[in-house]
Each structure stands twice: as structure tokens, then as C-alpha cells.
């Protein structure tokens, strides 16, 4: 079993700059071997030919200068044993003629440069499983160093970093007995040094995913704004808005340090305390993720949430331009506030977190095609655009009313049992019998009827609506 555990580090002021310089060291260094494996890459995918292999510096190609790895150009390509090297042990092998050629790199513990490019090498692995091209690391983006497993010391309150000697952490929790170290990442935020540590005990075995026999509940979960999830158990979930609770005070920040003057030391400091809004905030929205991750755990065994593009979602609207080529007006300025909100749920971070958790827990999790969820009626299956109106959910074909998210959130669940081969029937009970369309005769301008055949614990709803000159209207 393989957990994580978080303290607050309290490095002395020397530590504290001998951290901060080795993070300037190590982005440059990650930055300079990503150049190197993508010029390798490019080559191989679309190979330079002519008088020239590149026309920035002009530099001659010819099959003497090529590399001879598809993978880098930098350290050794072969092994002592005439076995070929990857791309990481090529770059490991250069990491002596670097600290020659730049002595200063000599106070980095070698493991941590062997870690940060096994981080590069992780980039690569994830670009060729479609998960993003790797991107060179400015900053903000660059700010943790990982140590290797048995390097790292604990005791008491105390920690030993090779080549930072001893450092006090708050000690929030013990570790538990029998779990041994695993690989510790330090980490920079804008309050402080962070440890991370990763611990595994053998001897416990990591839970295994329920069988589809022992499956007794299931809950869907749809995703929204005003409504961060509302499940399939009718139970809605409100969404805090940490931002928007401390923009006021976000923007007073802004304000005091955009008029420092550009370089001062008020300057950093009043950006450092506008950063440490910025942290607040996502602790407290983090917070809140894993609580509702352990809430849906104790729930049900199978957890089916909905297959949202995010990124697509809060992507910029497209330019539009009239004959004479004038842009004319698409919206953006309206969907600017939407996507702040969105930004603002983190949907693709709490999905992470109940994925995490299930695993954890032994539950499991899917995800579904959203695809008209809801504008479905979960009782005939009528798709129809007209079937919700803003929050509420009314079937023009057999007048079923009920809230339109957790709707949404029942055909969720219902598609996501379907998926998994799970009779829906027994696990959500939507069974009850909906009062069908009357025909109008005209004798009467209103007739109301209501549905009361609901199974006690049931998932809907009950179904009120009045008819009015023939159309079905919500009390």
C-alpha cells in the first residue's frame, strides 16, 4: 500500500537560499535537455536536408554530426557492454562533463539531477500516450526537487536532506509502523517549503476493485456551477466560490502592488502577499475536493461522473469578421465571467481526487458520455431540447417534473450501469408510474393532475404540473 503525507518544512534562512538556487539550476538544466530531446525528436519525424540542417544557425548537416540515438544527441549513445542506452541514461551519462563545465552544479546532490530528468523522461513518456507535448518550464511552473527512495532521513520532528543536512518540519501526523520511505519531493508555495513524502508498507495490500456481484449502491454525479455536483440520490452539493469570497481583497492587492515601483522590495512583497490569496484559495478549494471525495466513497460502491471537455469549454470564442474584414462582436466578453467560474470549480482536479480515492477505497469509478443527459427523461427516454427550462426538468411526452441536475445526474448513472452491465433497476429504483398526458376536451380550461406512486427512498421526484389549454406548465 503506497500513501502520501504532507508537512511544512522550517528550513533555516541558508537552507532556504540554497533551495531557492537550486530550483533556478535545475529549470535551466530540465529546459536545456527538453531543447536537446526535441531537436532529436524533430529530426526523426521530419529530417532536415539540404546545405543546411538548421536555417537559425546554419549549422552543416552531414552524417558525421548527426546523433547517433533518435532520442537525444547529448552523453554517451552506447554502454560499456555494447548495449544501447535510452534517452535518460544518455543524459545521466553527461551529468559529470556538466559539473566540470559548470562547478556550481557541483552543489546539487546527484540524485536530484538524475530525478529531475527521470521527470523529463516521465514528460516524454506521457507525450508519446497522448497525454501533451512536454513544455519548457518558466518559474512559476518549475518550483519542487524529488529525492530518490532510502535517501531521505526522519526523526522526531526532524528531517535529513542529502547536501541540506538537518531541517525541523511540523510533525501534524505520525507515520504509521512498518511503512518505509519512498521518494520525497520538496516543494516551494508562496507561505512556505513543503515536504512530501511518499510511504509504502508491503505487508498491506493495496484494495482491489469490487466485483461487479458485490456492486449493491451506485451514484451519479453531474457537474455544474451554481450546484458544484448534484447526484443521483437527489442530494445537491453547493459550490463555495472561494474566489469570488476573496476578490474583494484579491483586488485591493492588485491594486497596492501594481503602484510599487517596478523592481522595489515593496513591490515583491506586495506581490508575495497577493500570492498568498492565491494560496489560500486553493487550499481551501483542495480542502473541500477531498471531503467530497470521501463523501462519495461512503455513498455508494460505483461512482459514474460525466466526460467533460474542460478545455474546450472555456476555450475563446472564434473571431469573426465581416466582407470588408471589421471583427465583429462573438461573445467573448459575456463567456469571460462563465469561464472564471468554471475555472473556479476545478472540475478536472475534483475528478482526479474521487478517482484517487475510489482506487483507494476499492470503488469504481467511470466516466460517461454527458451527450443529452439532460434533456432526457429518465422514465420514457423523450429526448427534447424543450424538456428543461433553466433548473427545472418537465417532459413534454409523459409530464415528468423534477430538478433538472439531478435529472441530469440519473442518466448519468443509469448509462453508466448500463456500461458496466448492471441491471439500473435494482440499484436507483426509478420505477414509479407518471400520470400520462390527458387529452384536452374542452369542457374544462384546467385540469391538474399528480403522481403519487413513488417508492419510499426513491430517487425522484413526485411529478406536479397543471395542464392549460393543453400544454403542461409547473406549479
Request: aromatic fraction near 6%; charged fraction near 25%; proline fraction near 2%.
Given at each position: 500500500m503506497i500513501i502520501a503525507y504532507k508537512y511544512k518544512l522550517k528550513p533555516s534562512p541558508s537552507q532556504e537560499i540554497t533551495m531557492t538556487n537550486w530550483l533556478s539550476m535545475l529549470r535551466s538544466h530540465y529546459n536545456f535537455c527538453l531543447r536537446d530531446r526535441i531537436s532529436a525528436y524533430e529530426q526523426v519525424k521530419s529530417p532536415k536536408l539540404g546545405n543546411y540542417s538548421d536555417l537559425k544557425t546554419k549549422a552543416p548537416c552531414c552524417p558525421l554530426t548527426c546523433s547517433i540515438s533518435d532520442q537525444s544527441q547529448l552523453g554517451e549513445p552506447f554502454k560499456?557492454?555494447?548495449?544501447?542506452?535510452?534517452?535518460?541514461?544518455?543524459?545521466?551519462s553527461e551529468l559529470p562533463v556538466l559539473k566540470k563545465a559548470r562547478p556550481w552544479y557541483k552543489t546539487i546532490h546527484s540524485t536530484v539531477l538524475q530525478q529531475n530528468l527521470r521527470r523529463l523522461d516521465t514528460a516524454f513518456k506521457n507525450f508519446f500516450e497522448g497525454r501533451g507535448y512536454p513544455k519548457f518550464k518558466t518559474r512559476q511552473k518549475f518550483k519542487s526537487f524529488s529525492y530518490p527512495p532510502?535517501?531521505?532521513?526522519?526523526?522526531?520532528n526532524k528531517i535529513y536532506f542529502p547536501s541540506l543536512g538537518w531541517m525541523r518540519f511540523l510533525n501534524s501526523r505520525s507515520i504509521?509502523?512498518?511503512?518505509?520511505l519512498k521518494t520525497v519531493t520538496v516543494?516551494?508555495?508562496?507561505?512556505?517549503?513543503?515536504?512530501?513524502?511518499?510511504?509504502?508498507?508491503?505487508?498491506?495490500?493495496?484494495?482491489?476493485?469490487?466485483d461487479l456481484e458485490q456492486?449493491?449502491?451506485?451514484?451519479?454525479?453531474?457537474?455544474?456551477?451554481?450546484?458544484?455536483?448534484?447526484?443521483?440520490?437527489?442530494?445537491?452539493?453547493?459550490?463555495?466560490?472561494?474566489e469570488k469570497r476573496l476578490s474583494k481583497r484579491k483586488t485591493i492587492r492588485q491594486r497596492r502592488a501594481s503602484r510599487k515601483r517596478i523592481g522595489s522590495s515593496n513591490q515583491k512583497?506586495?506581490?508575495?502577499?497577493?500570492?498568498?490569496?492565491?494560496?489560500?484559495?486553493?487550499?481551501?478549494?483542495?480542502?473541500?475536493?477531498?471531503?467530497?471525495?470521501h463523501h462519495l466513497v461512503r455513498k455508494a460502491d460505483v461512482i459514474i461522473l460525466e466526460d467533460l471537455n474542460i478545455q474546450g469549454m472555456i476555450r475563446k470564442c472564434r473571431a469573426k469578421q465581416d466582407e470588408n474584414g471589421k471583427f465583429l462582436q462573438n461573445g467573448q466578453s459575456a463567456k469571460r465571467a462563465l469561464n472564471r467560474l468554471i475555472r473556479d470549480c476545478s472540475w478536472g482536479n475534483l475528478k482526479l481526487k474521487i478517482q484517487s480515492v475510489a482506487a483507494k477505497f476499492g470503488c469504481i469509478c467511470l466516466d460517461v458520455n454527458p451527450k443529452f443527459t439532460s434533456q432526457k427523461c429518465s422514465h420514457c427516454g423523450h429526448i427534447q431540447k424543450e424538456n428543461r427550462n433553466k433548473e427545472r426538468f418537465l417532459c413534454l411526452n409523459c409530464g415528468f417534473?423534477?430538478?433538472?441536475?439531478?435529472?441530469?445526474?440519473?442518466?448519468?448513472?443509469?448509462?453508466?450501469?448500463?456500461?458496466?452491465?448492471?441491471?439500473?433497476?435494482?440499484?436507483?429504483?426509478v420505477t414509479e408510474e407518471v400520470t400520462p398526458k390527458p387529452e384536452m376536451t374542452g369542457s374544462s380550461d384546467r385540469e391538474i393532475s399528480v403522481s403519487l406512486e413513488v417508492e419510499p427512498g426513491n430517487l425522484q421526484q413526485l411529478s406536479l404540473f397543471e395542464w392549460v389549454n393543453g400544454e403542461a406548465i409547473p406549479c
Open positions: 560499456k557492454a555494447g548495449k544501447k542506452r535510452n534517452a535518460y541514461e544518455m543524459q545521466s532510502n535517501q531521505v532521513k526522519l526523526k522526531e504509521p509502523d512498518g511503512f518505509n516543494r516551494s508555495l508562496s507561505d512556505g517549503w513543503y515536504v512530501s513524502i511518499r510511504i509504502e508498507n508491503q505487508d498491506i495490500p493495496q484494495s482491489k476493485l469490487k456492486v449493491k449502491t451506485a451514484i451519479g454525479c453531474d457537474l455544474g456551477i451554481k450546484k458544484l455536483l448534484a447526484l443521483s440520490n437527489g442530494e445537491l452539493i453547493e459550490n463555495p466560490q472561494f512583497r506586495a506581490y508575495a502577499e497577493l500570492a498568498r490569496i492565491e494560496q489560500k484559495i486553493v487550499n481551501q478549494r483542495e480542502d473541500h475536493q477531498w471531503k467530497i471525495a417534473l423534477a430538478d433538472a441536475d439531478v435529472q441530469a445526474s440519473v442518466n448519468i448513472a443509469i448509462q453508466g450501469l448500463k456500461t458496466l452491465g448492471i441491471s439500473h433497476s435494482k440499484l436507483l429504483r
